[in-house]
């Protein structure tokens, strides 16, 4: 088990470098010069050039400015952004949660929905249902979510007006930043209804990043529980006389789940993609947000930054992933 | 050797009438199991052999409720300690089902679901049939290891069956199917992905255990040597009809159906030091090329014109015959 | 052995015909691919023609629609249908590229890294590995970012973070097959290496290839329109579909028909795709699991 662990922690190294190695030429590749893509600034005179060449230390070997870089890195210091003046890093970390609280509710829309519906096409084969639910999962596999946003906004906001447009909570109300989830902050907070109007804003979001994983998900339910369904000791279950739902839910349900949390756990890329178009429609103030403005601004830092940081989340994120794999088989464990 | 003579020899345990089971496909209709009958009396144990493709399997998996979509299944009678099947509700058939009459199967590793440990597996049963509580299941469990001969039961216990042995996760399957003191066990193939060592063990344990309990059980097995051993009736199969139903003694010296004179002179045991080891030319009809009279005709050494008739069924106590020209008359020997 | 006789084709054919599903995304993408072969001659108006008495027009049935604009007009009075046309050929020749590119160099870099093994296939894997890791869109924007918005930017972008599906499948039908007795036989008899990899390995990962192949369009038509709906892709008056939506965030109140009908081509479009891939993908199946 323990080597499972450590061969699999291996693999992150390689991929930290190679990361790091992207970011690193990310801001030489920009057309121009690279003093004034990270200065922002247009026709520098001489002096000041020379000055910010050693400044930003790119007078030195190359090898030398990525290791630089990399003890930067493993420190936090993700440098400036060229706009605000801030570091990277702190901007980052003030947005993050903003992000995470989105795709956190949006994964749990897609698992609440997907897996029953996953295991109802499952267990009801070729059935309206079955084909139903998949030609459901597929039109919101299909779906541009920038659309189905705007979609949305149209039908709820507009004409029906039952959710709020844009933002995270209405302007109203001023919560003080303790977790950074605002679902949490204003649940505990005194102001009346702040709560309530943090939840209104969050369900049309949810509805939209969560609908790409939902149809992933309830996919997947389905054809691991199709396969699973079909093995002996499923039918060694139904022997004993077992109840069908005692059947489907834990037999059967147990075996399928391991594929499916490969699956979630990869999902997390998609929903840090889908994130960035998201946050854009409703003005949500995250990562996703900020990175689009970063490049409307030219904010080269922020952008590599930015890449960086959310490459390394997905990064850690898969690995978490693997090693649960092998809690959840027991093949592995033992 | 053959188990001890049945206790109650006028007490019917089992009654199957002309039970018929189809699969539809694109190619025609399959008739897996085509008009079969049999009887079984408490304690009796019967065995059924057959080539692959003879329907054994599928008509004991009938008569448990355990086929699936696309089967089809139709009988005349089928009644079990006095209780119709047929028109018994799901729920009163699951209350029968691994409680009364309980079945295990061929391939034991595959058999046992990989996600939970023989003791959950085991306690399963008991309470679900047995209403034990937690702790007395767990109890129990282990006494039933020990009585399907697992040495250091209680250490095996939290197990899973990956860790466990071919032999062993049989021995596991036996104890979960004798746990509620069954009055009939069907035993499909339970030796033959076995090793030769272990086929021998398992065999004597299934013997020793239905005199013990005095419960009925039918052993179905595609090898012949296998079931002269344990068996006090045997029925041949061919191609989902029953061809001959007689006692085992009888059945091996002097069979009266053709298609178990060229399956015991197969029997390498049979071969007597001949040149080369007896076939049976020709193959097992399937869906396109079943013959509209007797099944066995294009392939028996003494088919004659009659025989592209249906084969009359010869019947004499608990023995039958189908067959137009039996190689005995029924009722001439004793 | 390594190439398909006509019988195997006939036999995957009858199975796709099979899945009803598979058939209607067919005849869809026929449907589409024959929309933007006509389109200059199908669309009533040219896709930039602009006239500004006929702006924000509704489509025809609904008051104030007119039947010269069936589906209505845009802020600056171009015709939504002849735009839809037009941007059909936009988004399957966008598709068409995108695949193209990644399969030639996933292939490429697949059969290069499968076959020579050591420390170019090292790199190679984890190359990939990074640009899996990344969020795709992510990545698309930075490279865009990099190279300046426009059309060929984006769809390089597209191609290079769809790339690493292709280079594992060839690879690991290159690590199956080169152990395989009948390489073996074709090395003896002095095939040389080149040969070896187009001949016979190639054609053998050709089913996951073009399932692939087939739901990538659908991504690659996916994240096109989205590039091109953040002002990364192509750039306006171009009609793509998903430049259409840029600015039609301002338009949600007062036309609906503007913010509608561009996302639903995208819909109907990436849909069919990935009935047809799916559909491909359940036809071959059997025959990938020889």
């Known amino acids: ?334 | 050797m053959p188990a001890a003579a049945p206790m109650h020899p006028f007490a019917r345990l089992l009654e199957l009438a002309d039970l018929q089971v189809d699969f539809p496909s694109d190619q025609g209709v399959l008739h897996a199991v085509d008009g079969l009958s049999l009887q079984l009396h408490a304690g009796e144990v019967l065995g059924i052999v057959g080539e692959s493709g003879s329907g054994k399997s599928v008509a004991m998996m009938a008569l448990m409720g355990l086929l699936s979509f696309p089967a089809q299944m139709r009988a005349t009678r089928m009644q079990f300690a006095g209780q119709d099947l047929l028109h018994a509700s799901a729920a009163q058939r699951r209350a029968i089902t691994g409680k009364d009459m309980a079945m295990i199967f061929q391939d034991p590793m595959s058999s046992l679901n990989p996600s939970f440990t023989v003791a959950y597996q085991l306690s399963e049963t008991l309470r679900l049939h047995l209403g034990m509580d937690a702790r007395a299941a767990r109890n129990h469990a282990a006494t039933l290891l020990a009585q399907v001969g697992i040495a250091d039961a209680a250490s095996r216990l939290d197990a899973y069956p990956h860790q466990l042995s071919g032999g062993m996760c049989q021995r596991v399957m036996i104890a979960m199917a004798i746990a509620c003191q069954p009055q009939l066990l069907i035993a499909d193939e339970p030796t033959t992905a076995l090793d030769v060592t272990v086929q021998a063990q398992i065999l004597e344990l299934l013997a020793q255990l239905q005199r013990t309990h005095g419960m009925a059980m039918v052993l179905i097995s595609h090898d012949m040597g296998v079931v002269s051993q344990v068996a006090q009736r045997v029925a041949v199969m061919y191609a989902g009809q029953v061809v001959e139903v007689q006692e085992a003694g009888a059945l091996f010296d002097a069979p009266r159906h053709p298609y178990t004179q060229a399956l015991l002179q197969a029997m390498p045991q049979r071969s007597q030091g001949a040149k080369r080891l007896a076939t049976i030319p020709g193959m097992v009809p399937g869906v396109a090329d079943r013959p509209s009279g007797c099944l066995f005709a294009p392939r028996c050494a003494h088919a004659q014109t009659a025989c592209n008739t249906p084969a009359p069924i010869h019947r004499d106590g608990g023995s039958q015959v189908r067959c137009h020209f039996p190689l005995h008359p029924l009722g001439a020997i004793a | 052995m390594a190439t398909s006789t006509p019988s195997s084709f006939a036999s995957f054919w009858t199975a796709f015909r099979r899945n009803r599903g598979a058939l209607l995304g067919l005849w869809t993408v026929l449907a589409i691919v024959c929309i933007a072969a006509m389109a200059p001659w199908l669309a009533p108006y040219g896709p930039t023609l602009t006239d500004n008495q006929v702006f924000l027009t509704p489509p025809a049935w609904q008051s104030g629609g007119s039947a010269a604009h069936w589906l209505g007009t845009d802020a600056i009075g171009r015709d939504i249908l002849s735009r839809l046309m037009h941007g059909a050929r936009l988004s399957l020749t966008i598709g068409v590229a995108v695949v193209a590119i990644s399969v030639v160099l996933g292939c490429a870099l697949g059969l290069a890294a499968g076959y020579l093994r050591g420390v170019f296939d090292m790199v190679v894997m984890r190359c990939m590995d990074v640009i899996l890791t990344l969020p795709s869109l992510l990545l698309a924007i930075v490279i865009v970012a990099i190279l300046g918005p426009g059309l060929v930017n984006a769809m390089l972008a597209v191609a290079i973070v769809v790339l690493p599906h292709y280079v594992r499948i060839t690879r690991a039908a290159v690590l199956a097959e080169a152990q395989r007795d009948f390489v073996t036989a074709a090395r003896l008899s002095g095939a040389g290496h080149l040969r070896l990899m187009l001949v016979e390995i190639l054609p053998n990962c050709a089913a996951p290839l073009i399932v692939q192949a087939s739901l990538g369009l659908s991504t690659a038509i996916l994240d096109a329109a989205a590039l091109g709906f953040l002002g990364l892709g192509a750039q306006p008056p171009l009609p793509e579909w998903g430049t259409m939506l840029a600015d039609a965030r301002e338009f949600v109140l007062r036309a609906w028909w503007v913010v509608t009908f561009p996302g639903l081509a995208i819909l109907v479009t990436v849909l069919a795709f990935n009935l047809l891939g799916d559909g491909l993908r359940d036809a071959l199946d059997p025959k990938l699991k020889r």
Not at chain 1, 33 to 54: K, N, S, W
């Open chain 1, 1 to 334: 088990m323990w080597r499972f662990v450590f061969t699999r922690l291996g693999l992150v190294v390689p991929t930290f470098f190679g990361m790091t190695l992207l970011a690193f030429f990310l801001i030489r590749l920009v057309p121009g010069d690279p003093i004034e893509t990270l200065a922002g600034e247009r026709g520098i005179d001489a002096v000041r050039h020379a000055q910010l060449l050693h400044a930003y230390g790119l007078d030195q070997p190359l090898l030398t400015q990525y290791g630089i870089y990399i003890a930067k890195v493993l420190r936090g210091d993700l440098g400036k952004s060229i706009i605000t003046q801030a570091p990277v890093m702190q901007e980052f970390l003030a947005l993050f949660p903003a992000t995470v609280e989105l795709a956190l509710c949006a994964m749990l829309f897609a698992l609440l929905l997907g897996i029953p519906a996953g295991v109802l096409a499952a267990v009801k084969r070729n059935s309206v249902y079955d084909h139903g639910l998949m030609g459901a999962a597929l039109t919101g596999y299909s779906m541009p979510i920038f659309w189905w946003g705007l979609l949305l906004i149209l039908l709820f906001s507009v004409q029906l007006g039952w959710t709020p447009v844009s933002g995270r909570i209405a302007v109203a109300y001023f919560i003080e930043p303790s977790t950074g989830f605002l679902l949490i902050d204003s649940a505990l907070s005194d102001e009346k209804g702040a709560f309530l109007s943090a939840l209104g804003h969050l369900v049309l979001p949810t509805i939209v990043l969560g609908t790409n994983p939902l149809a992933v998900v309830a996919r997947m339910t389905r054809s691991a529980m199709l396969e699973v369904l079909g093995e002996d000791y499923v039918r060694t279950a139904r022997a004993k006389g077992l109840p069908p739902w005692r059947v489907v839910a834990i037999h059967a349900l147990r075996n399928a789940m391991v594929p499916v949390v490969t699956v979630i756990g990869l999902q997390v890329g998609v929903l840090f993609t889908g994130a960035i178009l998201t946050e854009t429609i409703f003005s949500w103030p995250g990562v996703g947000k900020w990175l689009i403005e970063a490049i409307a601004r030219r904010d080269y830092p922020v952008l590599q930054g930015g890449m960086l940081l959310l490459g390394l989340i997905v990064m850690a994120v898969n690995v978490l992933v693997d090693l649960t794999y092998g809690l959840i088989n027991p093949r592995i464990r033992s």
